[in-house]
């Protein structure tokens, strides 16, 4: 059967993680480089994260973010008020554990609208940024979010203040 791999991360152990979004499949894959279904289920996930703790978190573009215990998908957060999100893409972590990831669904360059959000360690789920044309991978550094606005073909850059919020949005790297 084939797949679609995304997501990669490494847990403490070295074992690295990966998700199959056509398949709704996360694989463990060990040292010896082979694959174990770690779980199948009714999903669409596109992208993982293993937390400082040892937790593993899932974007799922069906049900939002999801995290894996115990051989099975738990909901953390599945919309933004009233509204379901448009397809989670990536997710990563900062240094004190919140949770930072995009909303990517189908936007372009004609429907900018993709998101990214910060879900904080204390359970609050705040939007950063509301007009990203498909917002894709993203990394955390000191005080920025680097996220790849893949249909701008660039990579934009959020400054961080220190109560979390977004100052000065702005393009980092046009290609």
């Not at 933004?80 to 936007?107: A, E, I, M």
């Not at 979010?145 to 393009?171: E, I, K, M, Q, S």
């Amino acid at each position: 059967m084939g797949s679609f791999l995304e997501g990669p991360s490494f847990d403490r152990d070295g074992n690295l993680y990966v998700v199959d979004l056509a398949w709704g499949r996360i694989f463990r894959v060990d040292e010896r480089g082979e694959f174990h279904v770690v779980i199948e289920y009714d999903g669409e996930p596109n992208g993982l994260a293993i937390h400082k703790d040892g937790r593993i978190f899932i974007a799922d573009h069906k049900h939002g973010i999801l995290r894996l215990e115990n051989g099975k998908v738990a909901p953390v957060v599945s919309r933004y008020h009233q509204q379901t999100f448009k397809g989670v893409n990536d997710l990563t972590f900062d240094p004190q554990g919140n949770l930072y990831f995009t909303d990517q669904g189908v936007t372009d360059m004609a429907d900018p609208t993709g998101c990214v959000y910060c879900y904080t360690v204390a359970g609050k789920l705040v939007r950063l940024a509301n007009c990203i044309p498909s917002p894709n991978g993203l990394v955390f550094f000191e005080n920025f979010l680097y996220v790849a606005a893949t249909r701008a073909n660039a990579v934009w850059r959020l400054p961080l203040a220190p109560d979390g919020t977004v100052v000065r949005l702005g393009v980092f790297l046009h290609l």
